[in-house]
């Protein structure tokens, strides 16, 4: 159990080490993914021996917070920690000509440590804490560049999607736990019936937003406004990998309805990111769409009954996609920009990274030598083998068709033509973690067996889905190297290349009600100020009458007396005349009183 | 024919006289004489008690001897007074006599 939570110590402390010492930032955050790296392998050759950890943290009153440890959540943190460690090895190379070390380290080690809160948590209150801490970090990373307006705006795009998505999460945890009266997951599997369905559909909501499944996909697109080493560890291992680990952890739950819903949308995806992908003039733009599509498939593996071959995807995409991300982020730094007008030729000149990009490329749409054809095979055997075949593979089929046309393109756009380069600063460690997850990219496929008896589940043989699957990778490399998008897409064109935003885009879906909501939100806020306000004002106004009650009342009070007590001393001034004549009068009225006293006989 | 009653009435006649003197007039010496009245009256009174109540009893007689003296001297500083004052003043009206008035 203390290797496992490694995991999530390593990067916490070197965040915390980074945020005190503030120097150092890069060997420090190196050393705290190490640390989680060497727990995370501790933990997965735990589980090959048959060893089961769970942990019970002290958390709220009646809500204790548990890690697991089981071959599901150990490959996952597995794959979290190698991914981390290789981006930030890539990123010591990367942020050598980049400013503000000390918050992209502390940053990154704080997303890698929540999300490795996410992956082991057994509990849907430590998941839900970890689903918003990640989703603060990569809010964060992707507005890493404060003074650029894309950065910030894209960062808060990217919130305003995923936060508005995660109301789905909230509203499942809550029908879960009202259902079955607990907070572990897999406890809560077994609440059946309506609850199941809903909390199945709130759940896929949560996951469409982090996986930016349509039609929640634009925010991915504005999200690389951010460094590059975070735009692969966004794509591969961590925020977006979110929602389809969130799915694959909760398959057991969903019932088949909601299954259908969830492959059907993961298929819709692929195919229409896959054209906004095909559609793209930037390469990291290219990419994140590319990343929608590939998540895509895995919803649709799931959805069609095979949560092995969403993991295995999810885990050969980790390495493909940070491998595409890291080679893209080298030649941003070699040619400045990442747009495709001025990386024409790049990989011309950077012929190992080229290499490393192929080989990922490749791997990608399920070439055979990478291992990405295993992941590629899963998904679709998962396809032909579901109940709703008929919808399902006609789906996989054309998305492996677009992945393998966007990818030839970009090759070929790589490839061809020709540049100028500027020397490239820490190249080595930027090498380093490419040419690391390259060789992963190629070589997991031969661990997906090994992965599959550890999971318990079964490979099918390469049959049916693995020669129509070759067949559609050939055939879109093929239109995509010779036939230009252009040509390709057609009127799709311009619709593609904004992301498909019909009718202003799908801001409308969730910007502007979040805006609409804000705006009520704020008039009621100004109200509720108003009654401060108010209630000040009546305490200003209490005090000045009950100040003006001292000055008119209790100080007019006491003039009052004073001058009644000085009026009443000049009526008895006045007896005092002086005249001889009026005194003795005085003594005369004194007199006959004091003998009518004595007359009536007091 | 002269009983008691006879001599209280002329007593009380004098006092009343003597009294509206002494309150009307503005003038020391006039003053004087008002309470001079009175004080006759008094004595008037106080022999009429004695002579048709007590003539066995010579306290009476002994109480208008006392009352006459202070009457004398009642006079003597009075007048005193008054001639100081006109002396002083040129004036006896005690209508101008405010000077110890604080």
Redesign the interface.
Known sequence: MITATLTILGPLAAVVLILLLRRGASALALLGTAAGLVGAGFALAGMANGARYAATLPGLPGLPLRLVVEPLTAVLSALVAVVGFLVVVYAVGYMKVEDGKVRSFAQVSFFLAAMQALVLAGDWVLLLAAWELIGVSSYLLIGFHLDRPAAASGAARAFLYTRSADLGLYAAIFVLVAGTGTSEIPATFDVGGPSATAAGLLLLLAAAGKSAQAPLHGWLQDAMAGPTPVSALLHSATLVAAGAILLIRAYPLLPPGVLLVVGLLGGLTALVTGLVALAQTDLKRLLAASTSSQYGFMLLALGAGGPFGALAHLVAHAAMKSALFLGAGFFQHARGSTAFDHLTGAGREHRRVFLGFVVAGLALPGVPPPGGVWAEDAVLAAAFGAEDAWAFVPLAILGTLLTGAYVARALRLLWRGEGRDTPVAGASWMGAGLAALAVLAATLGAALPPLARLLGAETEGLGLGAVFGLAATLAGLTVGWYVSPGRLLGPLRGLAESGFRIGGGFDGLVARPALATARVLSVFDDSIHAVVLGVGRLGFAAGRASRLADERGIDGLISALVDGVRRLGGRA?EL??????KE??LA?VGAALIFLLLATGL | MATLTVALIVGAVLFGIG?YG?????N?VM?MMGVELMLGAAMVNLVAFWRFLHPEVYAGQMFVLIVMTVMALEMTVGFGIATGRFRAKGSVE??E??????
């Open positions: 001034r005092q005349s002086g005249l001889v004549h003795l009068l005369v | 009294l002494a309150l009307s007039q503005t020391l003053i005690m209508e006599a405010g000077d110890l008035k604080g």
